[in-house]
Every structure is written in structure tokens, then in C-alpha cells.
């Protein structure tokens, strides 16, 4: 596996693992049994990076990560989130915000148990909190890398003048947030002021959460507890129309005998050496196949014709429900 670099000195696999999917939001939580399987699966196939948070589950998710990948430890980065009010007992969104310094901090010492290690290798604020200073919130983190309990700074979902200020409070490794052939909003700002700052950039649902594979169209039916249920990207007319990019996807796939995936995956790849998408699966045959992405160079000729095709399509549907769409770009 190829690696790349975030934020100047965080070095991982150019494809890590999103983990949220193994516990919670994509129907029935996997297996922990063959979770702890796929994720030892995706080490001995090079993958460096796993991307957890305290969210998902709630904890479940880091208790997984952290047990599967503890014997393995110095051989991986781990990445996780602070920044909600979280209550196990009404585990279910929407939830409050809270990234008060003193919280942060409890966070991390859970996650820390939770992740069976004495370092978070990238602590990531889940959502820009706007009841608290972004510097706050900075000089939260920049506190626990001094105690030596996280080693390096992230936000997610975060906007310009968020990250800018946070920055010069505690230098951001990478920035979290959504980014693919169906959603490419970064582009206009952020990547260049993650460019000009030397930030890296991690996309979470860079498969469009499934729907770019092919594998989803109007008539498929979600479990109950699947947050796609929730987005009206995914209502059934808004899968109707957007099918047509996903057979643009597929005819470029067909040309470079890649499936829909990989070419997803591979454009962005190509976009910058500082992107490191995250896609997320509970099977092995899906990670191998993602893998294979990393493989894959498209040309500048592959781009252009990709990008004049996606001109031509109009995406329907918001992304996120309204509660949780207003907490992103702040």
C-alpha cells in the first residue's frame, strides 16, 4: 500500500478504514468477531489509518476499534472525535453540541480506555461547536499534546475562518469532512486554504455512503436503523435522478476495467497527494476492492472527461437531514 502524508508529518496508507459502519448507522452493527477480523485483514494489507469516534455506538465503536487493533497497535494511526454531548441512554440523534475545553478533555481520557492505548494519533473536533471559541477548542488540544495523550489536531465539517483561526491557535493535521463525485462543495474554498496551509484532508463517505458503487438505485429498501433512511439525497425520487451519475461512474469504470468503486476512489486520489479517503465496509471482498483503487492512475485525459460528464448532472436532494445540515461549514 502507497502512503501519503497529512498535514507535513502524519504518515498513512493513501486508503484508510471508516469504522463507523461496523457498530452503527448502516443497519445491523457487525459482528464483532468478524469486524475485528476485517480490520486485522485490512492491516496486513497495508491499511495504517482507522477512523472511529466516541459517537458511534455511542463507544461501541471505539471499543471495537480498540480491542481489534490493540495487538497491532504500533503499527497503526487512530483517528476519533470529540465534540457531543453524548448520552447512552438516549444514544439516538440529534444530539447537543459541547466542546468546552474541560469536556474535551474527559473525552479524552475515555477514549483513550475506551481505544486501549496511552495516545490518540489524531484527535478530531466532530462538529465546530458555536458556543465555543474555535480557539478554546484549540488550546483544549493543544493541552493534551503537551501531556503527550494526543499527538495530532483535526477538525471536521469545519468552514474557512474556523480552521484559519484554529490554526494559528494549535497547526491542524487534517481536516475531516464529505467529499466525492456527488458532493465536491470543498473544492470552491477549502481545498485551497487547506493547500495554502498544509493541511491535510481526510473524505468521510467517498463512495457517496454506497450509492456510487452501483449498487444502490430507487428500489432498494434500507434497514430501519440506517441513517440513509434520514437524507433526502436518499429519498427514492432524489436515487432516481442521481442514477444517472452513477452510469457515467460505471462507463469510465468499464473503460479502465475498474468497477465503480475504485474509479470513485481513484478520482479522488488524483485530485491532491494530500487526500486520504476513508471509505468504510463490513465485508472483505468490498475492502479489497477499495484497496484496489490505490492502484488505479487516472489521467489528466481520464479527469477532464470525467469532469465534463458530471457537468452535464444536477445531484438532487440535500445531504443531511435539516438538524444536522445547519452544523456543517461553520
Known amino acids: 500500500?502507497?502512503?501519503?502524508?497529512?498535514?507535513?508529518?502524519?504518515?498513512?496508507?493513501?486508503?484508510?478504514?471508516?469504522?463507523?459502519?461496523?457498530?452503527?448507522?448502516?443497519?445491523?452493527?457487525?459482528?464483532?468477531?468478524?469486524?475485528?477480523?476485517?480490520?486485522?485483514?485490512?492491516?496486513?494489507?497495508?491499511?495504517?489509518?482507522?477512523?472511529?469516534?466516541?459517537?458511534?455506538g455511542p463507544f461501541a465503536n471505539e471499543e471495537l476499534v480498540g480491542a481489534a487493533l490493540e495487538p497491532v497497535r504500533d503499527k497503526v494511526v487512530i483517528a476519533t472525535k470529540f465534540g457531543w454531548e453524548v448520552d447512552p441512554q438516549d444514544p439516538a440523534p440529534p444530539r447537543e453540541l459541547n466542546s468546552r475545553p474541560a469536556h474535551i478533555k474527559q473525552v479524552a481520557e475515555a477514549s483513550l480506555r475506551r481505544l486501549r492505548t496511552d495516545v490518540i494519533d489524531l484527535f478530531y473536533q466532530h462538529r465546530v461547536d458555536p458556543e465555543v471559541p474555535i480557539e478554546d477548542v484549540a488550546g483544549a488540544v493543544k493541552d493534551l499534546i503537551a501531556e503527550g495523550k494526543v499527538r495530532h489536531f483535526g477538525l471536521s465539517e469545519a468552514g474557512v475562518d474556523s480552521i484559519r483561526r484554529a490554526h494559528a491557535v494549535?497547526?491542524?493535521?487534517?481536516?475531516?469532512?464529505?467529499?466525492?463525485?456527488?458532493?465536491?462543495?470543498?473544492?470552491?474554498?477549502?481545498?485551497?486554504?487547506?493547500?495554502?496551509?498544509?493541511?491535510g484532508?481526510?473524505?468521510?463517505?467517498?463512495?457517496?455512503?454506497?450509492?456510487?458503487?452501483?449498487?444502490?438505485?430507487?428500489?432498494?429498501?434500507?434497514?430501519?436503523?440506517?441513517?440513509?433512511?434520514?437524507?433526502?439525497?436518499?429519498?427514492?425520487?432524489?436515487?432516481?435522478?442521481?442514477?444517472?451519475?452513477?452510469?457515467?461512474?460505471?462507463?469510465?469504470?468499464?473503460?479502465?476495467?475498474?468497477?465503480?468503486?475504485?474509479?470513485?476512489?481513484?478520482?479522488?486520489?488524483?485530485q491532491k497527494p494530500w487526500i486520504v479517503p476513508i471509505p468504510g465496509t463490513t465485508?472483505?471482498?468490498?475492502?479489497?476492492?477499495?484497496?484496489?483503487?490505490?492502484?488505479?492512475?487516472?489521467t489528466p485525459a481520464d479527469l477532464r472527461e470525467i469532469d465534463a460528464a458530471l457537468a452535464a448532472i444536477t445531484i438532487q436532494g440535500e445531504r443531511y437531514a435539516a438538524w444536522m445540515q445547519q452544523l456543517v461549514g461553520r
Open 201 to 270: 484532508f481526510v473524505p468521510f463517505a467517498p463512495l457517496g455512503k454506497g450509492f456510487l458503487t452501483g449498487t444502490i438505485d430507487e428500489t432498494t429498501t434500507f434497514d430501519s436503523n440506517d441513517f440513509r433512511l434520514t437524507q433526502p439525497r436518499f429519498s427514492e425520487d432524489a436515487r432516481r435522478v442521481n442514477k444517472a451519475l452513477v452510469g457515467v461512474i460505471a462507463q469510465i469504470a468499464a473503460q479502465k476495467k475498474a468497477t465503480s468503486a475504485q474509479i470513485a476512489l481513484a478520482w479522488l486520489l488524483a
Open 170 to 199: 494549535q497547526p491542524i493535521t487534517a481536516l475531516q469532512s464529505e467529499y466525492s463525485l456527488w458532493w465536491r462543495h470543498p473544492e470552491e474554498e477549502i481545498l485551497p486554504v487547506l493547500e495554502e496551509l498544509g493541511i
Open 283 to 298: 465485508k472483505l471482498h468490498r475492502l479489497e476492492e477499495n484497496l484496489g483503487a490505490a492502484e488505479i492512475d487516472l
Open 1 to 56: 500500500m502507497k502512503t501519503r502524508t497529512l498535514g507535513g508529518d502524519l504518515e498513512v496508507s493513501a486508503l484508510g478504514l471508516g469504522c463507523m459502519g461496523m457498530s452503527v448507522n448502516a443497519g445491523p452493527p457487525g459482528d464483532p468477531v468478524e469486524m475485528t477480523a476485517l480490520m486485522r485483514a485490512a492491516v496486513d494489507r497495508g491499511v495504517t489509518f482507522f477512523d472511529t469516534a466516541e459517537a458511534y
